[in-house]
């Protein structure tokens, strides 16, 4: 077994059928050129001593460049280690220094930015592959590598249960986990997202605004290709020119989180742009609003399906049938997966009672890198994973999301994890005091807002509190919103009460 084997089958099947698009360049590959891209990448690796179960890391935006490198990867028995192309240097430290990756594969701008400056700090890497100009002092170029490489290359046939891929996810707490995903999880997972989720065919195109280093990359990447689909690629969303290129490319199916459906509903005119070809509309990473399920499907004209999951469960476990969801409810089962809904004492629950949603099924990760207490805790010894997530079902078999772990913030389809902001802002001298919390946003879903008690006679405002988050952690991470505050509430041990700052005085 090995992830890359859909894109093998699909260039023997049909080799000049469309691949990938790249808008940004205008460039087409078939499964033919994709293929062989993927197996000249894959003998670079090779040459350079890269071997079975080693870990690649990925620093690239959506790009065919993170196509060929991570189906390479994958190829030669590698861990693809994919990771947010906004992240910056205390980030990459620690998901580098954890996972020990022996390879980095990074943009030319953000590597020379954020990665040659530590790279005393995170001795495990040997190598750094650059993508793009400029040329990085010091690192090995993608497109030399490339050029070099043989085009005929040995899959690996690797366990079912061997890692493909590591993503790093964080709880409320503590430091992100590297949670550890398989060939079958994630072959498993495109299966039924190209075959039921997403309605497709070989002729379709499917085009996505989310990031490729996040779990949506099974739904809205894995699964198109395991159908033999097109995918079309940009580096960067922008709702008009994801409306552009819809028109443009003839794109059949677009997925996204809640965020970017609303940024596209505001600007989209039907005088500006034609999505006559547009039939197909998928969300998830966060609850999409009723009232604009209904906006994107009368004013697109397409049908709409929103889908429930997580990293640890490889993406999709229920989603809404075309033509029978129910609104508010992320749908039904997804076949091969099975769900409980329990109670504080592990009781399972019948219909419309509330309780946490635990899964079992082929997509269940295997636990997480090198933390064994947070797999048990998470993870039970016959693979039922507890989700965090608070639920009911109706006599229908429908499932509805009631809550989530209160500290968790959803912004713009991302997690943010609020001790990690907290973290960032404890830095600053000037604070005493901090904590984080989500607030209502309408465009975001969320938004991250910090209150702060500074240190006795500073002095501060939003912008530098703001500005100083931004310059070392991912911008969607940092506080859009600053309180200062003279005291905090506290319980009788003398930790600030966060129930109390989000309950009450939001």
Known sequence: MNLSSIITNNARWNAKSTAIICTDTD?????????????????????????????????LPNSPEFLIAYFAIARIGAIALPFNIMYKGPEIKYIINNSRARILIG?????????????????????????????????????????????????????????????????????PKGAMLTHNNFLSNAKINGNLVLHLNDQDLFYTGTPFCHIFYVLSVLGPLYIGAGLVVSQRFMPDKALANISKYRITHFAGVPTMWIYMLNEFTPEKYDVSTWRFAQSAGASMPAEYIHKIENTFGVGFCECYGSTETSSTVTFGRLGHGKVGSIGPLAPGYQVKIIDENDRELGHQAVGEMVVKGPGVFKGYWELPDATKEALSADGWYKTGDMAQYDEDGYYYIVDRKKDMIICGGYNVYPREVEEVLYTHPKVAEAIVVGVPDREKGEIPKAYIRLQAGADADQAEIIQFCKERMAAYKSPREVKFVQSFPKNPTGKIMKTVIRDEWE
């Open 107 to 175: 943009a030319a701008k953000e590597t020379s930015a954020n990665v040659i400056g530590i790279l005393p700090d995170i001795p495990s890497v040997e190598q750094v592959i650059s993508v793009g100009e400029p040329t990085v002092a010091g690192t090995i170029s993608f497109a030399d590598m490339l050029a070099s490489g043989k085009s005929t290359l040995e899959i690996v046939d690797c366990d079912p249960e061997d890692m493909v891929s590591i993503l790093y996810t964080s709880g409320t707490t503590g430091q």
């Open 27 to 59: 460039t087409l590959y078939t499964y033919g050129d994709f293929d062989r891209l993927i197996n000249q990448f894959g003998n670079a690796l090779l040459e350079i001593g890269i071997q079975k179960g080693d870990r690649v890391a990925i620093y």
